[in-house]
């Protein structure tokens, strides 16, 4: 029996069929090792890739581009004693008008009133209001360009080729329509490769659909229209003057050849608006700022005014309605079923249902509460008051829990001895248990809010999707909170907002980053083992 | 710690208290649609730049949703305005009645729905029975109903190219599919269809040849950027906005352009409107300057700012009369 026995084990463990086995046991536990990093890489991937784009996509919305115009404020435009009742925008529409004495005609002044921000005339008015020694001067203001014509500033809407030197160029005129002379063909070449269109008799046409061919010549600016060969080499052309030249350049100088590759028509803006925004550019009246308006002003229908202080302001209320109301719930609910409450089957029914509570749909805490607090009790919609309640319901299982879970890990070691030298079961508690709890409790709360932070569908039903403009003054004022300023944001037509909806997520999960630091310093700091 | 949660719940006891005697609302409310919502804030934010008063809050609660708030009753609580990309209902008017509410309906301008594809594509030329064609569940084949049985361009007409027919568009639940729906679908609606099953028309395929793709319009802007041979359907603004990227096809022989839908040719249009309620006039500060912003030549004028954030203009004639309607708050049926 023992010689069986004997035989069997060795036999088991060291034959080829054994090593085999162990070989193939090692070759799994490798293949699980490489699956699992392989799976950690690619979640780490996801991640960058994920971040990568929206960091990418969010900076150009941290710094916005600003014209500093001279303003006339004599008292023919403001009223010294009404200062406020003005026309301040029609003052700065004038005010770059006067950089370009030659853009006349409705529409060309309405092409070039657009390069400025609407929102340029609420600002004087502010800058007015906070300095009424400003009246009576020609002061230097700086407002805000239009989206579009920031975009454009910040390379994002046309994309410049390379610019050539030429030289041996004519213009027969310093203003509207002119011909052109060029000493050598290969413009024809370039504007063959610009995809202008060949037409009878071998004329090019630059179209909205082609590259637009610019020349800076004598001061001005010509934009190319039509090419064609020249008797006796070289070529012709035909061009509108965007920028009167300094003197008619009939005899031949040299110019310099500007392409912009992206075609007009797949642009958001024109010739046109390019060369003023370089006009400006060049006069050094353009500046490049930090996008203090994104960050300190409310929301608004013009990407390049459109701020997220409000819903910062808004998360900020709704998340202390939110923590006054399920901080001081939660914990006491905790206390007394883990500490008081008798172990019967209602106590065990309530913490059944307090778990099952934790993964209720967020939505339905919103259903609740416009059934409860909106239609029932009639509390103003919109309000971060109502958006707290709403959150503190859907918050208080989980501080329910992890509170519980805290209470739980103190030693009974301490309660037996708070009692033996004879305090009360409430003095125990209070005194000696629920500190040694807290940093449990804290964390648990802190990762209850930060998930509340970024909660969008309950607040749906209790009209916080709204567009407001006001920062929120107090509890029941209307307010949008953070993530639902970037769910606005993101179904905005105009391509500026996409920016700020990227930059607006930065700014969230920069919250959740601070509020999950926060939770492992207090961890840290007040954790207790035993 | 006692102090701490003693202090923290006689903060939140304060706060629920507060709310009950909430003061007067100074602040314009404003729901419904979210077809009009983008017009309706611009608008909004121009009256509280004004600095007179506070800027309006308009939430986007989809029509419907708003008309049944606006309906129900008179009060603080209630909202002073709704947007609608639809006319009211006989229904929905019974109700404000039967509710004390007198709605003042504002005819704001027009809404073209386009349907775009990539600038990379081929441009198409089509009509609205090619639509239907295309798009819907039950088409007739020899005098037959059956499943839509096209699965390109070209099947459903040989001048159209070859390509896998593909559209993206929005989900039953918007008002923007309702008015495609009524404006090309029914229209075009072929009789033995019709003659089938009255809801035969307004049913569109669900065999992935239109392809549900949520209410974010940017979304559908960003596929078909990535595939030059899709279709989406959305409303003008997001051409307008997208233009360096995307072409309108021509329906009709139109094409979409502001100009074709303020006049009337673009046969893809609906009318958006605003109601106010005429109770709240004179209880709420700035109702009555909404409207006169709202109706100033300087914001829903051809070259007012709502053109430029996509609304198609009335005619002048018909701009007049809403004008002046709506400033003499003449309600409905009173």
């Not at chain 1, 300190?296 to 013009?302: C, H, I, P, V, Y």
Request: aromatic letters at 6%; charged letters at 20%; a negative charge.
């Amino acid at each position: 029996m023992t010689d069986t026995a004997a035989t069997v084990s060795t036999g088991l463990h060291t034959d080829a069929a054994a090593k085999a086995r162990l070989k193939g046991r090692y070759a799994a536990e490798m293949r699980f090792k490489l699956l699992g990093a392989g799976a950690v890489a690619l979640a780490a991937f996801f991640l960058l890739l994920l971040l990568s784009t929206i960091v990418t996509k969010a900076l150009p919305a941290f710094h916005q581009h600003y014209v500093t115009l001279p303003v006339n404020l004599s008292a023919e435009n403001v009223n010294p004693e009404d200062p406020s009742s003005a026309n301040h925008l029609g003052i700065i529409h004038d005010a770059l008008s006067n950089e370009f004495p030659t853009a006349t005609g409705r529409q060309e002044r309405r092409l070039l009133r657009g390069l400025i921000s609407t929102g340029a005339g609420v600002i004087l008015r502010e800058e007015i209001e906070a300095d009424p020694a400003l009246l009576g001067q020609t002061p230097g203001i700086s407002v805000p360009l239009d989206d579009f014509a920031d975009l454009y500033l910040k390379g994002l809407l046309a994309k410049s080729g390379e610019s050539r030197e030429l030289s041996g160029v004519t213009v027969s005129a310093q203003e509207g329509d002119v011909d052109l002379g060029f000493a050598d063909s290969t413009i024809l070449e370039l504007a063959r490769g610009a995809r202008a269109v060949e037409g009878d008799g071998g004329v090019l046409r630059m179209t909205s659909g082609s590259d637009s061919f610019l020349l800076d010549i004598a001061g001005g600016v010509v934009k190319l229209t039509e090419l064609a060969a020249a008797d006796g080499g070289g070529a012709s052309g035909k061009g509108i003057v965007y920028e009167p030249l300094t003197e008619a350049a009939t005899s031949p100088v040299a110019a310099t050849l500007r392409t912009i590759v992206t075609a007009e028509a797949n642009r958001k803006i024109t010739d046109r608006e390019i060369v003023w925004l370089d006009r400006l550019n060049a006069r050094d009246l353009i500046e490049s700022r930090w996008a203090t308006l994104f960050f300190f002003t409310g929301a608004s229908r013009e990407p390049e005014l459109a701020g997220i202080w409000g819903a910062v302001i808004g998360s900020a209320l709704t998340m202390l309605v939110t923590l006054a109301l399920s901080f001081p719930i939660g914990v006491s609910a905790a206390i007394y079923l883990e500490e008081f409450a008798p172990k019967n089957r209602i106590t065990n029914l309530i913490e059944v249902n307090i778990n099952n509570l934790a993964a209720v749909p967020s939505i339905v805490f919103g259903l609740l509460g416009l059934a409860v607090f909106l239609n029932w009790f009639n509390l103003p919609r919109s309000a971060p008051l109502v958006g707290g309640m709403v959150l503190a319901l859907m918050t208080l299982p989980t501080i329910i829990i992890a509170a519980r879970a805290a209470l739980r890990a103190v030693p009974p070691s301490i309660r037996e001895a708070a009692l033996g030298i004879g305090a009360s079961k409430v003095q125990t508690i209070f005194h000696h248990v629920l500190p040694l709890a807290m940093p449990g409790i804290m964390t648990g709360t802190i990762i209850g809010m930060a998930q509340a932070l970024g909660e969008t569908a309950p607040l749906l039903m209790i009209g916080m999707v709204a567009f407001i403009v006001d920062i929120p003054g107090g509890f029941t004022d209307a307010a949008t909170v953070l993530p639902v300023q970037i769910y606005m944001w993101s179904d905005f037509p105009e391509p500026g907002f996409q920016q700020k909806t990227s930059a607006a997520i930065l700014i969230l999960l920069g919250f959740l980053v601070i509020m999950n630091a926060i939770a492992v310093v207090l961890r840290k700091r007040f954790e207790r083992r035993w | 710690m006692k102090k701490f949660v003693l202090s923290a719940s006689a903060a939140a006891l304060a706060l629920a208290a507060s709310a009950g005697v909430a003061a007067a609302r100074d602040q314009i409310q404003i729901v419904g649609s979210s077809t009009v919502f983008p017009f309706t804030t611009a608008v909004a934010e121009k009256l509280g730049q004004t600095g007179k008063f506070q800027t309006p809050v308009v939430e986007s609660t989809g029509t419907g949703g708003g008309m049944k708030l606006f309906c129900a009753g008179v009060g603080e609580s209630t909202p002073d305005f709704t947007n609608a990309s639809r006319a009211i209902k006989d229904s929905e008017l019974e109700t404000c009645k039967g509710n004390g509410v007198t709605p003042v309906q504002i005819k704001v301008g027009f809404d073209g729905i386009v349907i775009a594809n990539s600038k990379a594509g081929a441009a198409l030329e089509l009509t609205k029975e090619q639509i239907f064609k295309a798009l819907a569940k039950n088409v007739e084949v020899d005098g037959k109903v059956v499943a839509n049985p096209y699965m390109t361009w070209a099947d459903v007409d040989s001048s159209l190219p070859a390509d896998k027919i593909e559209v993206l568009g929005p989900p039953p639940t918007s008002g923007t599919r309702d008015a495609f729906v009524e404006l090309v679908m029914e229209e075009a609606c072929q009789e033995a269809v019709e003659a089938a099953n009255e809801k035969a028309c307004t049913e569109i395929r669900e065999d992935g040849g239109y392809v549900e793709a949520g209410e974010n319009d940017n979304l559908i802007v960003q596929k078909l950027e990535a595939n030059p041979k899709a279709f989406g359907i959305f409303g003008f603004s997001f051409l307008d906005q997208n233009a360096d990227k995307l072409q309108g096809s021509k329906i009709g022989g139109i094409e979409p352009t502001f100009d074709n839908i303020a006049s009337g040719d673009y046969g893809v249009s609906r009318s958006l409107y605003i109601y106010a309620k005429k109770e709240h006039v004179g209880v709420i500060p700035g109702m009555a300057e909404f409207i006169t912003e709202y109706t100033s030549d300087a914001a829903w004028g051809p070259e007012g700012y709502l053109a430029d954030k996509g609304l198609i203009p009335l005619p002048d004639a018909e701009r007049a009369t809403q004008a002046e309607d709506a400033q003499a708050l003449k309600g409905m049926g009173s």
